[in-house]
């Protein structure tokens, strides 16, 4: 089977057999089609010509049609997470996870009382059994999913489709999810799992498939060389050292005794922190410690809570915040959460020389001029007139960050910005972000990995109960 994505084929000549009980790791580079396999095999996305159906989902020795071989699959990636916050879907964590039962997007009709206890049990396996009544929009990112994972399995799915499914997740989740799925395993739970880093790959996959340009590659047993091959490439792991900043770097941004609350829960209290033209900070912290906040709070996004006040050199109080973020480069999981807009991949990266979501206005010469160097510069040429959507999860990441670095802009708040990039694009943009340190340019970097740093950083914090704590080189390895 094949599938065509504007004038891409996103996927050519696939031929494949998954059998009952199989757990498979996907891997291959950005682009290489793993998201457009996963998407195909879960029906979601159809062959080119779409009358071309070369997908057999048997279950015994009767065959399936495509409706009844959906309820049997769960595909779960960032679109599925992300898909909440772009319909305003607020959920009630237990409703939430009751779609799962009957595979749709909402909770269309009461439960009847056997599934209702069948979530109620899937809860309590899944740890969140306390998150019941929490909306979904207020959780943080592990919470998130591990909700989603929960919605997944109480559908008691044939087949688990996991898109790059630990990224963003700190070591206490990451954990939590190998317990799930160590459980699914031992009751016979087959699934896929695409990933970059060998970390990534679920305990007990036992088989590997391998993609590059649409096309299939290596295909057999997952062996201890693939994961220590996977582990070489990603260059795991490192040790994080920090060079020295120089001393009279004048101030960019001071926090004076700030207060955040977001949607009424306190995140930071009384943080006293200030940046200096020429360092460089790493941001640490557990998934719902506030890191993500923190840079929302710096860009401008969020605001201090009365009392507290942030202050940006060159920009005094009363001008219009528009005027600052012009000058900022911003990335973040809600921004790709945000460009699911209609708009061309072209007009994505101009979108950030006006620090707006799309364009009011047509895109000038200079506008034009920045986008094709910095489509050329990530290899995205090719995908300038493509729709967000129609790019892999790792392509949309890059574009967001030939976004943030569109305006050329004197510092660049980025909130794990490699989530979902190939090691050798991750290598290609640690090594961009430190000639732009070495050019003035200013980085705020929030990451969970300490591997996914550029050479150059000066300065670290870590978001701790609350609280924004400096640290060591030391401990934040």
Known sequence: MSVRRGPQWALANISLKLAPGERWALIGGNGAGKTQLLKLLATDVWA?????????YRRGGSRLDRREAKACIAYLGAERQDKYARY????????????????????LAPLAPADARRVDAMLRACGIGALATRRFAGLSYGQKRLTLLARALVGRPHWLLLDEFYNGLDERYRARIDAILDRARRRGQSWIAAAHRAVDIPRGTTRLMELAAGRLGKVGPFRRADALRLARRAREPSRLAFQTAPRTGRT?????G???YVDYRCVLRQVDWQLRRGEHWAVFGANGAGKSSFLRLLYGDLSPALGGAIERAG????????????????????LQTDYAIDVTVF??????????????????????RAAAHWLEFFGLSSCALRRPRELSYGQLRRALIARALAADPRLLLL??????????QRALIKGLLSRLMARDITLVMAVHHAEDL?????HALRLHKRRALRIDSQSAN
Request: hydrophobic letters at 40%; zero cysteines; charged letters at 25%.
């Open 48 to 56: 080119t010509p779409a009358s071309r159906d070369g997908l057999i």
């Open 88 to 107: 305003g879907w607020n959920l009630p964590v237990r409703d939430v996870v009751a779609t799962g039962i009957h595979g749709t997007d909402l909770l």
């Open 252 to 256: 960019l941004l001071r926090l004076r």
């Open 258 to 260: 700030v207060d955040l």
């Open 315 to 334: 920009f005094p109080r009363g001008t219009p915040i528009g005027a600052w973020k012009r000058r900022v480069g911003f990335v973040s999981p809600e």
């Open 347 to 368: 007009d994505l990266i101009v979108s950030g020389r006006h620090a707006s979501i799309g364009l009011d206005a047509a895109a000038d010469a200079a506008d034009r």
């Open 415 to 424: 909130d794990e910005p490699l989530t979902g990039l190939d090691p050798e």
């Open 454 to 458: 550029p050479r150059g950083m000066t």
